[in-house]
């Protein structure tokens, strides 16, 4: 193995990201003078060649001890031991893993090894794929490729360092599942026959979530994830409900992509490639694409010889809920995401039927506080571009009644929250005790400024005062 200097574009981007901590470089030369050697490894070596910058540093020093470690860091501030036994120290106000080599035993709970004498390649093999297996020797910036990573990452391929160590550790397979989505890169053969079979009880639903966020948040193509569970036949195992949506037929003239599965695929990639306000907006989108149309597996039926769905809303609610369970328990989340399902129709049905300014304010009242009328039209525009009966590709023209039901949501003042009540029970002190009967006249109350849109707060006192 013949180490290389790493491209001057790439030293540029690393000497940016280690200029924000001076004091890394300090802590090499000190690794350095007391005999051992530090590589960045992992992800940060990984975006760097892919000329992304980076802020995830993980150093792995060689030939130094943990004790002999622990004191070179704690020459420069106060060392943090909680990953001690994992090989693992962190400097207080630092965001950076220092590691020695180990080997682990497979296993939520494995044994660890620590071995500062390990050889490069030996501790390179044990991570999960080649393009993660690849070092930068911070002492002379050449690149360390024991793993042949760096030509993987340049085809755009996924491989295992080593076939047996990639099971050890089924979380793995997740971690795959979200880079063919992040960087649509294709796992080779014997990758794809690894995953096809190996097992994956054992990961916690917290380990699961954090890759299906990453593959939802992260990626332009979300879809591909996706789409690789289903071609390993795994997607039957872990995404049951939307298995079930594979053949089922769609009404052509309305939806010419084909089944419910290909919809919906377009669909996630449709979103992923809309602006939100923050990530957890983007994330209960995301979700929400993927189980928008769950419900249409127990209500498609021929009418009329038309392929019709009627009540998918409805009926996708438990199913999306079954499928979120098992993959978060962030009860938010789940909530919000089965409100996008119930009402993920509601923007075409409002443009088609007239809706009033009324029925924005009552829509925008049942999403609270889920989510916004604003964020169920970025899905609802999401939905339609699913349908490109030419490609894959999601569509990315706009449409009429999207922008026409956002116009009259913002004109009826409800796209980012519901309309406050301009009568509260204060208001009402004067004249009634706090109370059950209070709370409904409140409740009436609303309801009148909304159904009428009354904004004088005396209007609406006289009036539910005379109806009382």
């Excluded at 910058?53 to 501030?77: F, M, S, Y």
């Excluded at 106000?93 to 620590?114: F, Y």
Aim: charged share 25%.
């Amino acid at each position: 193995m013949k180490p290389t200097q790493i491209e001057p574009s790439v030293k540029s981007l690393l000497e940016k990201s280690l200029k924000e901590h001076p004091e890394i470089m300090r802590i090499v030369e000190q690794i350095g003078a007391a005999g051992g050697k530090a590589f960045l490894v992992g992800g940060a070596v990984r975006d760097l060649l892919l000329h992304k910058p980076t802020k995830d540093l993980d150093i792995e020093v060689h030939g130094l001890t943990l004790p002999a470690l622990q004191t070179t860091l704690a020459a420069v501030g106060p060392v943090s031991l909680v990953g001690k036994s994992f090989g693992v120290l962190r400097l207080h106000g630092l965001d950076v893993d220092w590691s020695l080599p180990r080997a682990d035993s497979s296993g939520r709970h494995p044994h660890v090894i620590i071995d500062p004498t390990m050889d490069i390649a030996q501790a390179f093999k044990r991570r999960d794929l080649t393009i993660n297996a690849i070092g930068i020797d911070l002492h002379t910036f050449e690149l360390v490729d024991p793993w042949n990573g760096y030509q993987d990452l340049k085809n755009g391929i996924l491989r295992a360092p080593d076939a047996q160590l990639f099971v050890e550790d089924p979380l793995r397979f997740f971690r795959v599942m979200q880079f063919i989505g992040r960087l649509q890169f294709q796992p080779d053969e014997s990758l794809n026959k690894i995953c096809a079979t190996m097992p994956l009880h054992g990961i916690s639903i917290e380990r699961i979530e954090a890759e299906f966020d990453k593959l939802l948040l992260k990626s332009k193509h979300p879809s591909l994830g996706i789409r690789w569970l289903r071609e390993i036949n795994r997607l039957q195992e872990i995404l049951p409900e939307l298995a079930a949506t594979i053949g089922i037929a769609q009404e052509p003239d309305w939806h010419p992509e084909g089944d419910v599965f290909e919809h919906t695929m377009q669909a996630i990639d449709a979103g992923a490639a809309l602006t939100y306000h923050t990530t957890h907006e983007k994330l209960i989108a995301l979700y929400g694409l993927l189980c928008h149309d769950l419900g249409k597996v127990d209500t498609t039926r021929i009418i009329d010889s038309r392929i019709r769905s009627l009540g998918h809303e409805d009926a996708g609610v438990p199913l999306a809920k079954r499928l979120l369970k098992r993959l978060t328990h962030r009860i938010a989340l789940i909530d919000a995401v089965c409100k996008i399902v119930k009402y993920h129709m509601a923007p075409g049905q409002f443009i088609q039927n007239g809706a009033k300014p009324p029925a924005y304010k009552r829509l925008a009242l049942k999403l609270v506080p889920d989510i916004t009328v604003e964020l169920l039209a970025q899905v609802s525009l999401a939905d339609k571009r699913g349908r490109n009966p030419n490609s894959p590709e999601p569509l990315t023209i706009t449409f009429p009644f999207i922008n026409e039901f956002i116009q009259k949501a913002e004109q009826a003042r409800v796209m980012q929250k519901p309309e406050e009540p301009i009568l509260h029970g204060k208001d009402l002190m004067p004249f009634m005790e706090p109370g059950p009967a209070m709370g409904a006249l409140l409740k009436q109350a609303y309801e009148i400024q909304i159904e009428e849109g009354i904004t004088d707060k005396q209007e609406l006192l006289a009036r539910v005062l005379r109806k009382e």
